[in-house]
C-alpha cells in the first residue's frame, strides 16, 4: 500500500466517525422534540404511565389537537402573531433604510450623527432597564396599552437601531454614489432617487434584517406579555404561557399546544432554512 | 434648490430620519431617560403621585440581599453557560465544515432550537426533565426518581444544560462564518512548513477566527445576563427561589411586588454590571486580535 493511499483511508475512516458523531448530537439535539410529538398522539394516562413508549396502551389519538386548539383559540392567536410580526417587520425595514440613507449620505449633518452615535449606543440598553417606564409611561400616562399598534410602534422602536446599523452598512459600501448623481441628473429629486434606485439594491439586507426582526417579533414574549392583557389580541407566545397557566395538569393537551406553538415556524423553515441559516449569519457577523 | 440650508437640511432630515427619530426616541430614549427619573421616586404603580425619595431606592437595592444573589447566580449560569455554549459551538462548527456528506443538513438542524421563543422550548424542556428522564431514572433504579427540577442544584443544572442546547445552533453559524473566513492556502502553507492538522488549528486557524471568538462570547454573554423566557418558563425560579435570575428578580420586584423605585434601580444596576463586563471581554478580545 502506497502511502496516499494510506492516507486516502485514514480519511475515510475520520469521515465515517465524524458522520457517526454528528448523527449522535443530532438526534440528542432533537429528542426534546421527538419526545412531544410521539406523545401528542397519547392520551393523559397514556404519557403518566409512560412517557418514553412509541404508542400508548390505549392506541393512538388525535384528540389532544381539536381541544388544544379550542382552549388555545389557537386561530386567532396565529393571527395575531402573523399580523404583528408581519406589520412590525415591513415598518422597521422602511424607516430603517430610509433613516439610514440620509444617515450614510450626509454624516456631517450634526442631527445625523448624533442620531446614529446615540443608536448604537442604545444597542447594548437591555429591556429589563426600559420595561417599568414603558409601562409607566403608555399605560399610566397615556393609557394605550393592550393595542395591537402600540405593540407594533414599541416592536419598531427596539429593532430600528440595529436595523439602521445594517442599512447603514450596505449603503455605505455596496451602493455606489454615481448612481444617485445620475438619478439626479435624471431629474430624480432625493425621495425618488430613494424609492426607486438605492432602495431596490437594499434588497440582501433587507431579506437579512427581514429574518432576523420577524423571528425575534414572533417569538418575544417579555414585551408582548407586558403590552397585550387583553385574551382575544395574545401572541402565540403569550398564549403558550397562559395555556400552561391553566392547563399544566393535563399533559396531553399541553403537547399538543407546544406542537402547534412550534410548528407555523418549523413549517416556514422547512421552504426557507437556506434563506434564513444565511441571514442570521449575515445579521450576527455584520451586527 | 440652495442645498446648504438649515431648512432644506432639516427637511431633507425629517422626510427621511423623522419616523425612526419619533419611534426611537418614544420607545428608547424617553424610557430610559424617565426610568432615570423613577429610581428617585417611591411609586406604587398606580397612584398619580410619585413621591421623590432621593436615593434611598438605591439604598434598598444595595441592602437587597435577593438581588444580589440573584446576580451572582446568573454570573454563576452565565460564566458556565458561555463557556459550554462557545466550546460546544465551535466543535460542531468544526464538524460541519470538515467536508462531511450532509454538512448542510447538520447545519440547518442544529440550528432549529433557535427558531423556537423560550417560553415553549422551556416548556417542552421541563416535560423532558419532569417526564421522560424520571421515567428513565425510574427504570434503571427501579424505585421513584425525583425530577431535577425539584432540587436546588438540578434547576440550575437543567438551565445551563438548555441554554446551551438554545445557543450553541446559533454560536455555531458564527463560527462556521469564521472557519470558511480562514483561507484554505494558509493552512496548507503550515502543513507544508511541518505543522499537523491540530498545529495547524491551533496556531493558522484559531488565532484568525478571533473575531468570531469576539462576537459569539459577547453574545452569550449578554443573552445569558438577562435571560427571562427560559427561566420563567422552565423553572419559574422554584424551587424555593433557587433559580431566580437577575432579570426575574426585576420583574418581579417591579410588576409583583410593586416596588418599582427600588425595581428600576436595580433593573439599571444590572444594566451597569453587564454593560461592565461586555465592554471588558470586547477590550480585551480585540487586543489579541490578528489579521492574515
Known amino acids: ?287 | 434648490m440652495k442645498r446648504n440650508t438649515t431648512a432644506y437640511k432639516s427637511k431633507q432630515f425629517l422626510m427621511f430620519a423623522g419616523p425612526a427619530l419619533i419611534l426611537f426616541c418614544m420607545v428608547i430614549i424617553v424610557p430610559f431617560i424617565y426610568g432615570l427619573f423613577l429610581t428617585f421616586t417611591s411609586w406604587d404603580g398606580v397612584s398619580a403621585d410619585k413621591p421623590f425619595v432621593g436615593f434611598a431606592n438605591y439604598v434598598s437595592a444595595f441592602k437587597d440581599a435577593y438581588f444580589w444573589s440573584a446576580v451572582a447566580r446568573t454570573i454563576l449560569y452565565s460564566a458556565f453557560a458561555v463557556v459550554l455554549v462557545n466550546v460546544v459551538a465551535f466543535l460542531l462548527a468544526y464538524m460541519v465544515t470538515s467536508g462531511v456528506k450532509g454538512q448542510n443538513f447538520f447545519r440547518a438542524g442544529f440550528f432549529i432550537p433557535n427558531l423556537i421563543g423560550g417560553i415553549v422550548l422551556g416548556y417542552v424542556w421541563k416535560f423532558v426533565f419532569n417526564r421522560a428522564f424520571v421515567a428513565i431514572g425510574d427504570k434503571l433504579t427501579g424505585g421513584s426518581t425525583p425530577s431535577l427540577l425539584s432540587t436546588t442544584g438540578g434547576a440550575m443544572f437543567c438551565l445551563i444544560l438548555v441554554s446551551v442546547w438554545q445557543y450553541a445552533g446559533y454560536m455555531m453559524l458564527i463560527y462556521v462564518a469564521g472557519f470558511m473566513s480562514v483561507s484554505d492556502t494558509l493552512k496548507e502553507a503550515a502543513m507544508i512548513d511541518g505543522c499537523t492538522a491540530s498545529q495547524a488549528m491551533r496556531n493558522v486557524t484559531i488565532p484568525l477566527m478571533r473575531t468570531s471568538f469576539t462576537t459569539c462570547i459577547f453574545l452569550s454573554i449578554t443573552r445569558c445576563f438577562v435571560v427571562y423566557d427560559v427561566n420563567l418558563s422552565l423553572t419559574r425560579g422554584e424551587p424555593f427561589f433557587s433559580s431566580v435570575m437577575a432579570a426575574m428578580h426585576v420583574y418581579n420586584k417591579a410588576f409583583t411586588y410593586k416596588d418599582y423605585g427600588t425595581g428600576q434601580a436595580e433593573a439599571l444596576i444590572l444594566f451597569i454590571i453587564c454593560a461592565i463586563i461586555g465592554i471588558l471581554q470586547v477590550y480585551f478580545s480585540k487586543k489579541g486580535e490578528v489579521e492574515a
Open chain 1, 1 to 287: 500500500m502506497t502511502k496516499n493511499e494510506k492516507a486516502a483511508i485514514a480519511r475515510k475512516r475520520k469521515h465515517a466517525i465524524m458522520i457517526a458523531l454528528l448523527i449522535i448530537v443530532f438526534i440528542l439535539f432533537i429528542i426534546p422534540f421527538l419526545l412531544v410529538i410521539i406523545n401528542v398522539f397519547k392520551d393523559q394516562a397514556d404519557i403518566t404511565a409512560n412517557p418514553l413508549a412509541l404508542i400508548g396502551a390505549h392506541g393512538f389519538t388525535t384528540k389532544n389537537f381539536p381541544e388544544a386548539m379550542k382552549k388555545m383559540d389557537f386561530f386567532n392567536v396565529f393571527k395575531n402573531s402573523l399580523i404583528i410580526t408581519t406589520c412590525s417587520t415591513i415598518l422597521t425595514i422602511i424607516v430603517s433604510a430610509m433613516a439610514s440613507f440620509v444617515i450614510v449620505r450626509n454624516g456631517k449633518w450634526k442631527a445625523c450623527a448624533i442620531l446614529f452615535a446615540l443608536m448604537i449606543a442604545s444597542m447594548v440598553i437591555p429591556f429589563q432597564v426600559l420595561m417599568v417606564p414603558l409601562v409607566s409611561v403608555y399605560g399610566g400616562l397615556f393609557g394605550i396599552l393592550n393595542s395591537r399598534i402600540t405593540l407594533i410602534l414599541m416592536h419598531v422602536g427596539f429593532s430600528v437601531s440595529m436595523a439602521t446599523f445594517m442599512f447603514h452598512g450596505a449603503i455605505h459600501s455596496n451602493i455606489p454614489l454615481e448612481l444617485e448623481e445620475a438619478a439626479l441628473i435624471d431629474g430624480c429629486n432625493r425621495w425618488q432617487t430613494f424609492w426607486k434606485i438605492v432602495f431596490p439594491l437594499l434588497k440582501p439586507t433587507i431579506a437579512t434584517v427581514a429574518i432576523i426582526d420577524a423571528m425575534a417579533f414572533w417569538n418575544d414574549y417579555l414585551l408582548p406579555s407586558l403590552v397585550l392583557t387583553d385574551k382575544a389580541i395574545y401572541t402565540i407566545p403569550i398564549a403558550t404561557q397562559a395555556f400552561y397557566g391553566t392547563y399544566s395538569t393535563d399533559i396531553g393537551l399541553v403537547m399538543a399546544a407546544l406542537l402547534l406553538a412550534m410548528l407555523p415556524i418549523l413549517i416556514l423553515y422547512l421552504f426557507l432554512q437556506k434563506y434564513i441559516v444565511a441571514g442570521v449569519t449575515a445579521g450576527a457577523v455584520k451586527g
